[in-house]
């Protein structure tokens, strides 16, 4: 089993930044990917952005291209994401995603995602 946690989230003003960061403990640990997605009320989870777990390999949704970006720390078993000139419509819960070893494609999916944490909320006023 894989745990993630996420942390990080908060109240900021439009143009700040935020940075998440998802600490990833359980078994031993060698995912194919990790992701950011974000979920408002009654909407699907969107995709933000992937890294793979043993190369620069980075995917983004359109909506954040520019402004988020994610990364990685293997020795820390730790994702981020720095999340810089933050809107109002950025404001949800972000989740972070683990995608098994198994897997071979950074997927923008969730169906390609097999671990998920508990979500951290991101509230950006106007």
């Known amino acids: 089993q894989v745990w993630l946690a996420e942390s990080g989230g908060g109240l900021v003003q439009a143009g700040d930044s935020l940075r998440l960061s998802c600490a990833v403990s359980?078994?031993?640990?060698?995912?194919?990917?990790m992701a950011w997605f974000r979920q408002g009320p009654g909407k699907e989870r969107q995709f933000v952005a992937a890294i793979r777990w043993t190369s620069d390999t980075t995917a983004y949704g359109d909506s954040v291209k520019g402004r988020f970006t994610i990364s990685r720390d293997n020795a820390k078993n730790t994702v981020y994401l720095q999340m810089n000139s933050l809107k109002p419509e950025d404001t949800t819960v972000y989740y972070c995603?683990?995608?098994?070893?198994?897997?071979?494609?950074?997927?923008?999916?969730?169906?390609?995602?097999?671990?998920w944490g508990q979500g951290t909320q991101v509230t950006v006023s106007s």
């Open positions: 995603a683990c995608a098994a070893a198994w897997r071979t494609v950074v997927s923008a999916q969730t169906r390609g995602y097999d671990y």
């Open positions: 359980g078994r031993t640990f060698s995912p194919y990917a």
